[in-house]
C-alpha cells in the first residue's frame, strides 16, 4: 500500500525569495540586456480592425539615419508564423504570418518591420512608412461574429469559427429532460491573456559557433 505525503506547500505561507533584487531596483528585465552590435526594432501596425493593404511606400523610413533593414510580409512570407495552441481534432489551422500580407486582421496587426542601430532610430523611421488601407467590415462581437453575413476573418474558417469542442457524454438531452431541477445561465467571461510586468520585449542572440539562439522575452 502506497501512503500519500502531504505537501508542505499547500496551506503554508511561503516566503517569496524574488522581491529583494525587485524592490531594491536589481531585477533585470529584457530591456537590460545590452549585446555587442544589437539592432532594434520597431513595428508599424495597423489601426484598422479589418482592411486590405493596398500599398506600402518604405523608401523615406529605408533611407533614414541607422536604419538596416525595412521588411514587410512579403519579405518574410508564412514559413514562421504563428500557430493555434490550442489544438483540437477539428481545428482549422489559418495562417498568421508575423507581417500582415494583403490584409489585416486586428488593430495593432504588425504589417512593418523598420531595424536600426538604435531603438529611436527604428521609432522615428517607422513614423515614415505609409500604408494604404481599404478598410472592411470588422467582426468585433464574438457571438455575432459565427452568425450569418458576419465579416469574414479568415475565409478558411466559415462563420470565424476556428475549431468546436464538446467536453462530456452520455445522452444530456435526456438526462436534462428527466432532471427534476434545471438551471440555465448565460455567462459572459472575460478574455484570458497574460501581462508581465515589462512591456513586450524579446532580445535574441545568434550563435553561429555552436549555431544557437538565446532568447529573453517578457512572456508567459
Not at 22 to 29: A, D, H, M, Q
Not at 53 to 74: K, Y
Amino acid at each position: 500500500m502506497t501512503t500519500a505525503t502531504p505537501s508542505a506547500a499547500f496551506g503554508a505561507s511561503i516566503k517569496r525569495r524574488e522581491d529583494p533584487r525587485l524592490i531594491t531596483g536589481r531585477g533585470t528585465y529584457v530591456d537590460d540586456i545590452k549585446l555587442v552590435g544589437m539592432l532594434h526594432m520597431a513595428l508599424v501596425r495597423s489601426p484598422y480592425a479589418h482592411a486590405n493593404i493596398t500599398s506600402i511606400d518604405t523608401a523615406a523610413a529605408s533611407a533614414a539615419n541607422g536604419v538596416v533593414a525595412v521588411l514587410t510580409g512579403e519579405d518574410i512570407g508564412e514559413e514562421i508564423g504563428l500557430p493555434c495552441g490550442w489544438v483540437v481534432p477539428d481545428t482549422i489551422e489559418v495562417p498568421h504570418p508575423p507581417l500582415a500580407i494583403g490584409k489585416v486582421r486586428c488593430v495593432g496587426d504588425a504589417v512593418v518591420a523598420v531595424i536600426a542601430d538604435s531603438a529611436s532610430a527604428a521609432a522615428d523611421a517607422a513614423e515614415l512608412v505609409e500604408v494604404g488601407y481599404d478598410v472592411l467590415p470588422a467582426a468585433v462581437n464574438a457571438e455575432l461574429a459565427t452568425k450569418d453575413g458576419a465579416a469574414q476573418v479568415h475565409d478558411s474558417a466559415p462563420n470565424n469559427v476556428g475549431f468546436e469542442w464538446e467536453v462530456g457524454g452520455g445522452d444530456m438531452e435526456a438526462a436534462g429532460a428527466s432532471a427534476e431541477v434545471r438551471v440555465s445561465e448565460r455567462i459572459v467571461n472575460q478574455r484570458l491573456i497574460p501581462n508581465s510586468m515589462e512591456g513586450r520585449a524579446v532580445v535574441a542572440d545568434y550563435n553561429p559557433g555552436t549555431n544557437q539562439v538565446t532568447v529573453w522575452t517578457s512572456s508567459q
